[in-house]
């Protein structure tokens, strides 16, 4: 008789969340649980004498393999020492969970079988030994993180050990991956100091993250084993593969550093002016992709992807709350319909942001070409009443005439870009950021999300150095 067990990592977010200080503690935390879930279940067939080839899945926090069914007992038992170790080294942020069932019927009976062992699985005494969830003490300082992160390209390498320091002993070949990070000249990983200092403009960094929309909801809907791991291998490989190889292209390559690549999902940090154009990339490619290789499975479940962008607003600003920040943006982009990516405060979708990048570059060329005074691009945010308090003070009297009379955007446009000789190009370039801004026929500004986002990214670009 053969066996499915699943198992998932439990408490993955709040254990990032916990960093402490540094750059490389962070990134260390995110590696530290890909090492992980690569790590222990082959270990698991290991400690059975099982081929690696019953593992038919793993990645984002969770693996799926098949045993027999005599194994399942010994299974049970390195999993509990395993969450018992792994729980005592995280201050019980991490935990494993685990269900198994017969390989008996269709897989969505399967499915559900495995799926009612997750919700029950508190209560399941051979899952939750006496003890299991009583407090730990509160981990120890991120040292070992911090140099599992420094210590790439090495540390991918690594086996489960249940008496190494954090149960993870270097060893072997690497695992497979996405690890690039933006080098320094001796080739240490760069903090965020130099990331930002790597940035056109204004010298700030930020993370970027991103999350197939449905994906379980995808996974759901699998009829067979088969197409449920192939559906698994194809997330994780896009992700992983595609993440590591954009990274590498000359555009990105100093700009950007891989947090994780998950079984539905990545994290990067970099420049801020490289997220930007690295998520309309990866977007591209996941789109062509899934319309390729999922064409066959209905639904548009798992088939679009969502972002959210978040930048440092000082140097002082903790990595862990940048991170976080992009996460609530990440979820303010799936909460608004999915497909789309939050950034500067807005939710656009990919249409929209390639209008705003189309915009970012006539106002940039119309500072750098024409001449135009960078000033131009603080007048147009003075259009928006949310602005005012990151903008020069204004006047009400001024702000409530700037909000109600649409035709001064015109006029003021008109004086602020009197400068350059009047030809074509420049009439094209104007009447192109007119429209942008201003929807017509209406007795009061209504501004276009996407001409906010250009505009932001514009002043960015153009803040001097």
Known sequence: MQIFL???????EPFILGTRGSFAALAGRCLYVS???????RAMLERLGLAHELLGSCGGGQFLTVLPAESLGEANAFLVE????????????LRLAWSSTENLGA???IRKRLDAGFRKW????AVEPEGLFEPYEEAGDDTYFEGLFLGLPDTAAAVWDANAAGMLRQEGEPHWLATHFAQMPGGWPAGVEELAARARGRKAWGILRGDADQFQARLQKAETVEEYIQLS???KQFFLGEVQTLC???EFRDKTTVLYTGGDEFAIAGSWDA???FARAIERVFRRSSEELLKDFPGVEGKTLSMGIAVAPSAETEPVAVYREAGRQLEAAKTAGRDSVAVFGKVLDWKQLSEAAELREIMVRMVDRFHCSPQFLGELGAFYRETDRVLPARSARRLLETQQRPWRLHRRLNRVLDGPERNREFEKARQAVLAAFLTRGQGQLKLKPAGRVALEWARMTEEAE
Do not use: C, H, N
């Open 275 to 277: 997220l930007l154009q």
């Open 82 to 93: 395993a969450t018992r170790k792994v729980a005592s080294f995280t201050g019980s942020d």
């Open 6 to 12: 699943q198992g998932k990592l439990l408490g993955i």
């Open 122 to 125: 508190r209560g399941t005494a």
């Open 248 to 250: 590498g292209q000359q």
């Open 35 to 41: 090492l992980l879930m690569e790590a222990l279940p």
């Open 107 to 109: 897989w969505s009976d």
């Open 233 to 235: 291998v194809f997330y």
